[in-house]
């Protein structure tokens, strides 16, 4: 299970002028998130599978090849598949997923994010003692 999660939180600005004076928020809806500490806004698409994907990618904790307390069981078992394979094995593995993603007209959003988090997978950690840069 991951142990670390994403909290989504709401803030009516009727009630809570002064947070919202001090975050000069202007427009609504206002996104802000949070990366090690340093506080950031929002500016994609507000649509569900946009949101979704950008919190996948970019908030989200990362499950990775040498460090994986933050996978899934389902993530941990690909993981273990491919931690051992060679660097270009990973690297042709990640050029075959890029290219469904390109071809992604109508994927459900579900099968999406399990591409997009393979391939980040595939691009993190040094398992055979490589540069991840050469990826």
Not at 49 to 66: A, G, N, Q, T, V
Not at 81 to 108: C, P
Request: charged share 35%; proline share 1%.
């Amino acid at each position: 299970d991951i142990t670390n999660h994403v909290f989504i939180g709401k803030v009516d600005c009727g009630n809570h002028d002064d947070f919202c004076k001090e975050k000069d928020v202007r427009n609504w809806p206002t996104i802000f998130y949070y990366r090690n500490g340093t506080e950031h806004i929002y500016s994609g698409s507000l649509a569900y599978e946009d949101l979704s994907l950008f919190i996948l990618e970019e908030i989200s904790p990362r499950c990775e090849l040498d460090h994986t307390i933050n996978c899934t069981d389902k993530a941990k078992s690909f993981v273990a598949k491919w931690k051992q394979k060679t660097l270009q094995e990973r690297r042709t593995e990640i050029q075959r997923l890029e290219m469904m993603l390109k071809k992604e007209h109508g994927m459900k959003l579900d099968l999406k994010r399990w591409i997009k988090e393979r391939i980040m997978i595939l691009k993190s950690g040094n398992a055979l003692d490589h540069n991840t840069d050469e990826l």
